[in-house]
């Protein structure tokens, strides 16, 4: 397995959900709410939650890498 280098972003393509990925057990997930972003920090402590992070990782399903300006407006 290679050494992931982190962060990582997605985003969930189709919906308004933006992940910056920490590590392979914590990510933030940045949502659109009333106009504002907002940030919820997850830990993934169950083996469900970790493989969330795993696919993402990997875009499978419908995750799919961020573009640098999505990053900049929804992570800096």
Do not use: W
């Amino acid at each position: 397995m290679n050494p992931q280098t982190f962060p990582i972003y997605r985003k969930l393509d189709g919906f308004s959900r933006f992940y910056k990925i920490e590590s392979a057990d914590l990510f933030i997930e940045a949502t659109i709410a009333q106009g504002e972003i907002r940030h919820q920090p997850i830990q993934a402590i169950q083996y469900p939650e970790k493989l969330r992070i795993q696919d993402m990782i990997s875009c499978s399903f419908s995750y799919v890498p961020m573009n640098e300006e999505e990053i900049t407006k929804y992570f800096s």
